[in-house]
């Protein structure tokens, strides 16, 4: 498949948006909720302030359907990997040449101009209430990411290093994840769907959608987000060790209470007990990934999302 899902240059006083999908290769639903976003933009000719860009992300997996070929695309974006990459030039990895093409078009958009970037890194998880966002608590209060309504992990990037947000991040970029649902599920397309739109809008890149209700897509928003919390900080992280044969305990959802003590997954050095109380998060239900699974606990959304 073609790296390029779709790009609209619009007038140039709005913003670069900028939608990365399937960096995971088995999320693939952002490229869908995004296909079905640019279409209707371009079918409804809606007028577009600014740039809106799709990639695909890791298209060697995608092919495959799998989360990656070689190696996790979403922990490699150090400096160092980057650097060992690029002067490696063979790509004797997948994820090598993925990484390198993908990073190169995204660094000649956003060095056209000084006008606001934003990127938005679309996701799905493998367990159920998988919708949040994960981004710096220092730019949570931002009117894009507030317009999402979804619950916002703060602190993940102190406990998952090398991902491609951590990467633009320093670069100034407002750089954020958009997790929106379980892997598969109609609902994660809606969702997706839902937030793309409200992103436009939010960040004026289109001042209305095809909808007839203004508030329509952000109604579809805000009904995912009963019971969850507001804001969410991690606590603890079971990275998963080679050959220990991981396996997370069937039936925890994203946000799920829990207590110390609590039986939550199996190893063949015996079973993994939670440390302490909060909420399960992120609990790994496929066969790849390093990260077994997370504990947050809700912080004072008020504080995370004040514009003070």
């Not at 995004?34 to 409804?44: G, L, N, P, S």
């Not at 102190?158 to 954020?176: D, E, K, R, S």
């Not at 508030?215 to 991690?234: C, M, Q, W």
Request: with cysteine; aromatic share 8%; proline share 4%.
């Amino acid at each position: 498949m073609d790296r390029v899902l779709g790009f609209i240059q619009g007038t140039d006083n709005g913003p670069l948006i900028a939608c990365v999908a399937a960096l995971h290769g088995n999320e693939q639903v952002g490229i869908k909720a995004f296909k079905r976003v640019f279409d209707k933009i371009q079918t409804h000719k809606i007028q577009v302030q600014g740039s809106l860009l799709g990639l695909a992300g890791n298209v060697k997996a995608i092919s495959t359907n799998t989360r990656f070929i070689d190696y996790d695309l979403n922990r490699s974006w150090t400096d160092m990997h980057l650097q060992h990459a690029q002067i490696q030039g063979d790509f004797k990895r997948a994820e090598d040449e993925e990484m390198i093409d993908l990073k190169n078009r995204l660094d000649t958009y956003f060095s056209k101009g000084t006008r606001p970037k934003v990127l938005i890194d679309l996701h799905a998880t493998s367990s159920a209430n998988g919708n949040f966002i994960v981004i710096p608590e220092n730019d949570a209060a931002n009117p894009i990411v507030k317009s999402l309504q979804q619950p916002i992990v703060v602190n993940l990037d102190q406990y998952v290093n090398g991902t491609m947000l951590q990467h633009y991040h320093t670069q100034g970029v407002l750089a954020f994840a958009f997790e929106g649902g379980m892997i598969g599920t109609p609902e994660a397309l809606i969702l997706h769907e839902a937030g793309l739109w409200e992103i436009l809008k939010a960040s004026g890149v289109i001042q209305a959608h095809d909808q007839p209700a203004p508030d329509h897509y952000s109604e579809i928003l805000r009904k995912f987000t009963i019971g969850l919390p507001n804001a969410v900080k991690v606590v603890f992280r079971h990275p998963i060790n080679l050959h220990e044969d991981f396996k997370m305990k069937e039936g925890f959802v994203n946000f799920q209470q829990i207590n110390r003590g609590d039986h939550l997954a199996d190893t063949i050095y015996g079973p993994l007990f939670s440390p302490t109380d909060g909420m399960i998060f992120m609990p790994l239900y496929q066969k790849e990934g390093n990260d077994g699974f997370f504990i947050v606990r809700e912080v004072n959304s008020n504080q995370v999302l004040s514009n003070n």
